[in-house]
């Protein structure tokens, strides 16, 4: 299995940027699919972008596009998710995954951050 350690959360002005990273330790000489999601208080966790490792595929939600962008640093096994022009409909916890594949992941399973704090007023 791996660990996925997130931080670079915080809070931020409307406008404002920050960026992410996830440490991944343990089993890392394995391909795996790999995304952000976010949960804010009193709604559904959704995914916010994906990265597949074997096709070097990205994905995003629609209210992200054009504004985050996920990738990866292969030497340090870190996955980071830039996050510009933020908006306070950005705030929530955002969470690390990682799985085998990239459907397991949509689903709900894998492996999961304790996620760090992202606010925007």
């Known amino acids: 299995h791996v660990q996925l350690v997130e931080s670079g959360g915080g809070s931020v002005q409307a406008g404002g940027s920050l960026k992410l990273s996830c440490a991944v330790s343990?089993?890392?000489?394995?391909?795996?699919?790999m995304a952000w999601f976010r949960q804010a208080p009193g709604k559904e966790r959704e995914m916010v972008a994906i990265h597949s490792a074997s096709a070097d595929n990205t994905d995003y939600a629609d209210s992200v596009k054009g504004r985050f962008t996920i990738s990866r640093d292969i030497s340090n096994n870190t996955l980071i998710l830039q996050m510009n022009s933020l908006k306070p409909e950005d705030t929530g916890m955002y969470y690390c995954?990682?799985?085998?594949?990239?459907?397991?992941?949509?689903?709900?399973?894998?492996?999961w951050g304790q996620g760090t704090q992202v606010t925007v007023s």
């Open positions: 995954a990682a799985a085998g594949s990239c459907s397991s992941l949509k689903g709900g399973q894998g492996r």
């Open positions: 343990g089993r890392t000489d394995r391909p795996y699919c």
